[in-house]
């Protein structure tokens, strides 16, 4: 699949994927499984019982983005916890989730692998942001390879270092948006239910990325 994004003749960037924005339902967990399993190493893809136990206790903790033909393309899914790191063991218990807590964490964010590249996980961890810190956050917390560092670190997340985690035997590295004094959400672009407001965001995200 193409990128998002080409020139015409006058140089102006358009955009060219659709996808809109909802949440979870119990209906949705064979997808979720199914794009799961697709997008992670067998040893880190999270099993449909796990998914299932969470979609039981926390579905508006599920973000999923899905094309115009209703197909599910991407998600972005984890607890909400007073718990200020990332552990492993949060994996398996969902009781972790609490809807008081401090901190969004994200257990997962992918994207099928014939629709990366098109700036639909972004938008996707815009919208995460966007309503972590509506709901009134302290931040959002998530784990990464080393070379996904520079794309968290571009939405204002910082590096924390080598997580505690060894979740699938993989060095990960914790990654912190702190919802603080220095935190600018004019950055961050706002993620609408309408995919004709998303794509003009994603626009403007790409030429900002130019300069």
């Not at 990366?116 to 815009?126: D, F, H, K, V």
């Not at 998530?142 to 060894?166: A, D, H, M, R, W």
Request: proline content about 5%; aromatic content about 12%; some cysteine.
């Amino acid at each position: 699949m193409p990128l998002p994004f080409h020139y015409n003749e006058s140089m102006e960037v358009l955009i060219d994927m659709y996808m809109y924005i909802k949440k979870a339902e119990n209906k949705d967990l064979e997808d979720l499984a199914r794009v799961a399993a697709a997008c992670f190493p067998p040893e880190e893809a999270e099993s449909k019982e796990r998914i299932e136990g969470r979609l039981a206790v926390y579905p508006n903790c599920f973000w999923l983005g899905r094309s115009e033909f209703h197909e599910l393309i991407a998600f972005a899914a984890g607890p909400v916890t007073k718990e200020k790191d990332l552990a492993d063991w949060m994996y398996a218990d969902p009781s972790v989730h609490d809807p008081e807590g401090d901190w969004q964490m994200i257990f997962s964010l992918c994207t099928m692998p014939d629709c990366r590249r098109q700036g639909l996980g972004g938008l996707l961890l815009r919208r995460v942001i966007e309503e972590a810190d509506d709901a009134g956050r302290k931040g959002v917390v998530l784990t990464c390879k080393e070379e996904k560092i520079p794309f968290y670190e571009k939405f204002g997340f910082v590096n924390e270092g080598v997580s505690q985690s060894v979740h699938g035997g993989a060095r990960w590295y914790q990654m912190r948006l702190t919802f603080d004094e220095d935190y600018r959400l004019d950055h961050i672009i706002h993620v609408s239910d309408n995919p004709d407001e998303n794509n003009k965001a994603i626009e403007d995200f790409l030429w900002s990325s130019l300069f």
